[in-house]
């Protein structure tokens, strides 16, 4: 069983930068994916970036390329969500998900396993 822990969120200005944390426990993620969704009030819960964990290769959308950067410490088993350059529209709960042999990156159905979640506030 996986257990994924997410880092506290926060309270920020526009162009303020915050790094969210995933702690994993309860396997290896060999041929795992760890990804970062989120979901504003009123919206779908939406893809922002995804790291497979064997290779590095990172995935973001496109409202956040060029601004958040997801990276893995292996021997922590543990993912970040570097956040620069924050805009209100980023003012989201953010979700950390795992995923097996994650095929279609983006596709929330790919992933298994979920954390609880952690409430982003960005303030114009």
């Known amino acids: 069983h996986v257990q994924l822990v997410e880092s506290v969120g926060g309270l920020v200005q526009a162009g303020d930068s915050l790094r969210l944390s995933c702690a994993a426990s309860?396997?290896?993620?060999?041929?795992?994916?760890i990804g970062w969704f989120r979901q504003a009030p009123g919206k779908e819960r939406e893809f922002v970036a995804a790291?497979?964990?064997?290779?590095?290769?990172?995935y973001y959308a496109d409202s956040v390329k060029g601004r958040f950067t997801i990276t893995r410490e292996r021997n922590k088993n543990t993912v970040y969500l570097q956040m620069n350059n924050l805009k209100p529209e980023d003012t989201a709960v953010y979700y950390c998900?795992?995923?097996?042999?994650?095929?279609?990156?983006?596709?929330?159905?790919?992933?298994?396993?979920w954390g609880q979640g952690t409430q982003v506030t960005v303030s114009s």
């Open positions: 309860g396997r290896t993620f060999f041929n795992y994916a």
């Open positions: 998900a795992a995923g097996l042999r994650v095929a279609k990156i983006a596709r929330r159905d790919e992933y298994g396993y």
């Open positions: 790291i497979r964990w064997n290779i590095g290769s990172t």
